[in-house]
């Protein structure tokens, strides 16, 4: 998990899960642009960290029932915010746990949690398909699939549509409108090869520049990618991309089909980069056996995105030394399951 350097003071509700990285000169893509196919920008020499954020201004309304009041801090104060799934043993989704009954743990070290909320936000949501040429059969489903998850977005919910194959493409930038997510999503035609690793590459970085103008703005940040096989013709490794996955504030949900053969090399490659993404960022993997399950595959993605909470602390290790810390979220309920992300990397000195 981030932690977000906090320039002037700010409201600790503003940082959710969902505060992206912001570049104020890079604005997110206009959304009537034409798909235009795009090229990882290679990774830097060194790991560097998000820029500083600033809040929106204005001190918001008390919070609902169920959350803490939001406290204010001073500048300089470093906030630690994570989005946590939790399942029972039937894997449903528990949502009505309490603060008291959370505790957070980094790098072994038990942390004063100082904010709490079960209330769903909106999405920024990055939705990834695979068109390479082995998908020729199988893109009429993944369109009706990845077109009914968007009709389950909510009108404050944005998303973006990519496609890859031997190029990706952006075939819409960040909208809230579904006809236009929906359009995007029917342009898909199968061909080439398999560029997963720079796809993913890709809209991570364009997931950094959504910028969060007003405290309606402020999103949890969601990656969706949907892949029949492993990468076999990107530039970016999958190193590269594990580290900026780990950098980011996304989510990343990964769906790879099963073929005939899953001792396949292939695919057990595939699964291992789709496994380790989602586990490291707190999402969720999937290895559907059909490309018939794929409806239902996304409907969990959607009540899943819908059934989290937001924690906040302050840490109680005050190095600005740039190292990954690892985090561990535990509830006093038994029988149930907490999930996020795996840790985060520490600012470093200015």
């Known amino acids: 998990m981030t932690r977000l350097s906090i320039v002037v003071a700010i409201v600790l509700a503003g940082f959710t899960a969902g505060l992206w990285a912001q570049q104020t000169a890079d604005p997110a893509p206009p959304p009537a642009a034409p798909a235009q196919p795009v090229a990882p920008t290679p990774p830097p020499a060194a790991p560097t960290t998000p820029p500083a ?12 029932q169920g959350d803490r009041q939001r406290p204010s801090f001073r500048a300089g104060i470093d906030i630690v915010s994570l989005n946590v799934t939790v399942t029972d043993a039937s894997n449903h989704y528990v949502t ?27 999405i920024a949501l990055s939705l990834l398909l695979d068109s390479s040429a ?9 369109q ?3 077109t009914n998850f968007i009709k389950k977005l909510k009108p404050n919910d944005i998303a973006q549509v990519i496609d890859f194959d031997s190029r ?17 999503i029917e342009q898909t035609n199968a061909g080439g090869s398999t560029s997963l690793h720079n796809a993913i590459y890709i809209a991570l970085k364009e997931l950094r520049k959504v910028k969060a103008v007003s405290e309606e703005d402020v999103r949890r940040q969601a990656l969706i990618v949907f892949s029949d096989g492993e990468d076999t013709s990107s ?7 594990l580290d900026l996955a780990k950098r980011s504030e996304t989510a990343i949900y990964a769906i790879a089909l099963r073929g005939n ?8 490659e595939a699964e291992f980069v789709m496994r380790t993404l989602a586990q490291e960022t707190g999402g969720r993997a999937f290895f559907p056996a059909r490309i018939e399950d794929l409806n239902g595959v996304y409907a969990q993605i ?18 600005r030394d740039g190292a990954f810390r690892r985090l561990v979220v535990q509830t006093s309920r038994a029988n149930i399951t907490p999930r996020t992300k795996k840790g985060y990397y520490a600012p470093t000195a200015r």
């Open 53 to 64: 954020q600033q809040a929106p201004g204005q001190t918001p309304p008390p919070s609902a």
């Open 168 to 184: 990706v493409e952006i075939r819409q930038g960040f909208t809230g409108n579904q006809a236009d997510l929906q359009n995007a």
């Open 134 to 142: 082995s998908m020729e059969q199988h893109i009429g489903t993944l």
């Open 261 to 268: 053969d899953v001792q396949a090399k292939g695919f057990r």
């Open 144 to 146: 009706t699939a990845a």
């Open 302 to 319: 959607a009540d899943e995105l819908a059934s989290q909470y937001t924690i906040g602390y302050v840490s109680a290790n005050s190095r």
């Open 96 to 122: 009505d746990l309490a603060e008291n009954e959370f505790s957070v743990f980094e790098d072994g070290v038990k942390q004063n949690i100082t904010f709490f909320s079960r209330r769903q936000q909106p």
């Open 235 to 241: 530039l970016v490794s999958f190193e590269e991309v």
